[in-house]
Structures are given as structure tokens and as C-alpha cells.
């Protein structure tokens, strides 16, 4: 079964050959925030924020039915606290983990946040801006272009959100 989400398919456009020795752990810590939504109904998507020097300074997910907020996406949500933990709008030497290719919204949060690196599992062909739909990440026009890796984890990433569809499918929901 195809919920449409996969791995990244051609890792040097998403810049895999960039990819860093912690970033699997990182992406692991991601997705152990991604399955925490499932405890609320929401959609199982995890986003963490780690400083270059290692230290995690945002985790977490998906709360749009927890909250009914249309922009609580873990991207939305780990940048806010982000901010917040350096007591600054600029979250800058800093690197994003998210376990889905993050939307227009998310990906526009991002630039604004001057995130200089963004690392993503799962692509997502119906949605996703950075490259799948649109390419806000990599849109030259902008005043801010992070480095952006995506597919690392990316089939475990896809189907947790794919498992859970098909749960909600059987009947739960
Ligand atoms: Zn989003």
C-alpha cells in the first residue's frame, strides 16, 4: 500500500553526500517525538532542534487535533521553543530533524528562523516544499537558503505515517 510517502529518491539533489555522523541518532530522536502524536490521534510527524555543538534544544510533533490549530506542526512547535531556548527569533548554528518533508508553512517558518540546515526522512509528493511540490527551501529568490539533506530514515519515517492511516482506515477513527 501507497499513502504516497517514500525516501528520497535522488540523494545528491537532496544532498546525502552532506550527510553527518549524528544525523541518524538525531533523525531517531525525531522519530521517538513522531510517535508521541499517535497517543492524541494526530498525525505521527517529529521535528527536533539540535545546536551545532550536539545539545538538543527543541523536540517536538504534530498536535493540529490536540490543539485544533491548523499550524501546529512539529516544525512550527520545535522552532517556537527553539526560539525560545536562545531567548532569540534567529535560531541560528542550528540544525532541524523532521521526520516528514516540511510544507509550504513549515518550510517558510523555517527560512524566517534562519535555520542553516535542515534534515528530513519521508518525502511527501503531495505537500512537501522542499522540492517535492514546491522548492521553498531552495528558492534563490529568498533572503535565507538553508542546506537541506532529506531520505535519511525515510522509509521508517513513511511508514509510520503510512501505519497509521491504515489504522485509522480500520475503523478507529
Ligand atoms: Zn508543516
Redo the contacts with the bound molecule.
Keep these: 500500500m501507497s499513502l504516497g510517502f517514500f525516501a528520497g529518491e535522488d540523494p545528491e539533489v537532496y544532498g546525502m553526500d552532506e550527510e553527518r555522523p549524528d544525523d541518524e541518532y538525531f533523525m531517531r530522536l525525531a522519530l521517538r517525538e513522531a510517535e508521541r502524536a499517535r497517543e492524541h490521534g494526530d498525525v505521527p510527524i517529529g521535528a527536533l532542534v539540535v545546536r551545532d555543538d550536539g545539545e538538543v534544544i527543541a523536540a517536538a510533533h504534530n498536535e493540529r487535533e490536540l490543539r485544533q490549530d491548523p499550524t501546529a506542526?512539529?516544525?512550527?512547535l520545535a522552532l517556537r521553543e527553539a526560539a525560545q531556548a536562545l531567548g532569540s527569533w534567529r535560531v541560528l548554528e542550528a540544525a532541524l530533524y523532521v521526520t516528514l518533508e516540511?510544507?509550504a508553512?513549515?518550510a517558510g517558518a523555517i527560512v524566517l528562523a534562519r535555520v542553516s540546515r535542515i534534515v528530513y526522512g519521508a518525502s511527501d509528493p503531495k505537500a512537501g516544499a522542499a522540492g517535492s511540490v514546491l522548492d521553498v527551501l531552495g528558492e534563490p529568490r529568498l533572503n535565507h537558503r538553508p542546506e537541506v539533506a532529506g531520505g535519511l530514515l525515510g522509509e521508517e519515517c513513511g511508514d509510520l505515517l503510512s501505519e497509521f492511516f491504515a489504522s485509522r482506515r480500520g475503523g478507529m477513527i
Excluded: D, R, T
Design positions: 506542526h512539529a516544525e512550527v516540511p510544507c508553512m513549515c
